[in-house]
């Protein structure tokens, strides 16, 4: 007599413990001596000792990767969107000055490909490593009848450790102050059902086309760079004590992301003077989108804020410059309210 089982339904266990094994060496690889679970517990432990600390405070958020998704389905082309997500996150905690500590992930998909969800997670792995951050835990959800096959959702949670007395909350910061910017390395993770319309559905274009205005670069090229993350660049500033605030530019772009840490009584004055990379121009261009949406929508090339006195803006950019972090100069601090930009019509 035969029977209904659970894989004729659309979930198939086997290939989840398959997609386990294959995640298991590079989750390992950035376990350190705080982690004291194994891959597979239910709960993933990780011991609180913070030396040289003395007011520890933990920082956490939550985030996804949204519909770069898409592009990576398009394509099959999953080896990035793992990192972009853990350097969202790290990026995220970064700006109250917190280093991270670890990392747990979620991926849900309609019908599950261990290779798939074994290269996502190895993404996130090779990313955790670089910012010393521990992956001790995650799920993976199958969930047919929910998300169609070939679909899938990443999210991800981060925790990070900063001293009480060094936490960057922007209530500092005063008119007067300069505001750096650090370069993006693309759309990072944000804009993309705008950007999918503009190239796919408006344009025409295909993954693989290469307009000239990408240098030779394809489509998904462009749209799969690697979210940047900011770490390394930005912790010489806090280790000298130099931010008065700090600003990761996601959606809603510099406005929509600055206001969040300016205190009442503070505005911003942007001067878009850095060259705004070619695929913002692309899309602008080809949707024939006015350029206040644009910068409603996209980092249009400044994918961190750092807030400094005025006196301490060329040491800022200094180490800034050395640790890699390619800064410009973004704006100033106004009293009064709101974003505004000077230069360059809205």
């Known amino acids: ?70 592009v990576a389905s398009m394509t099959g082309r999953y080896g990035t969107v793992g990192a972009d997500l853990v350097n969202h996150c790290v990026n995220d905690i970064l700006v109250q000055g917190a280093e991270p500590l670890f990392f747990l992930d979620y991926i849900a998909c309609g019908r599950l490909d261990a290779g798939v969800a074994a290269t996502i997670v190895e993404g996130m792995a090779s990313a955790c490593r670089t910012c010393g951050c521990a992956l001790i835990g995650g799920e993976t959800a199958e969930m047919p009848g929910f998300y169609a096959p070939g679909d899938y959702d990443v999210a991800g949670t981060i925790v990070g450790v900063v001293e009480e007395s060094s936490i960057v909350d922007g209530s500092g910061i005063t008119p007067g102050m300069r505001i750096i910017g650090l370069e993006s390395s693309g759309l990072h993770t944000n804009g993309y059902s705008l950007a999918r319309k503009v190239l796919f559905d408006l344009a025409g274009l295909t993954p693989d086309s290469r307009p000239g205005a990408l240098g030779g670069a394809t489509v998904a090229d462009a749209l799969l760079e690697v979210h940047r993350c900011y770490l390394d660049a930005v912790r010489p500033v806090l280790e000298e004590g130099l931010a008065r605030g700090l600003c990761h530019v996601t959606g809603g772009g510099v406005p929509g992301n600055l206001k969040r840490i300016l205190p009442r009584g503070c505005g911003a004055v942007i001067e878009e003077s850095w060259p705004v990379p070619p695929l913002f121009t692309l899309i602008e261009d080809l949707g ?12 249009m090339g400044a994918g ?30 106004i009293a009064g309210g709101g974003i505004e930009y000077s230069g360059k019509e809205p």
């Open 288 to 299: 024939g989108i006015a350029r206040r949406e644009m910068r409603r929508v996209f980092n």
């Open 1 to 70: 007599m035969s029977g209904r089982d659970y894989r004729s339904s659309g979930v198939d266990i086997a290939e989840g413990e398959a997609a386990v094994e294959r995640m298991k060496s590079s989750v390992r690889r950035t376990y350190n001596p705080r982690v004291l679970s194994d891959l597979g517990s239910f709960g993933g432990l990780f011991r609180a000792d913070f030396p040289g600390i003395p007011r520890p405070v933990l920082v956490a958020s939550t985030d996804g990767v949204g519909t770069k998704l898409k």
């Open 304 to 333: 961190f804020l750092v807030v400094v006195d005025e006196d301490s803006e060329a040491r800022c950019f200094d180490l800034l410059a050395n640790a890699g972090g390619r800064p410009f100069p973004a704006g100033s601090i």
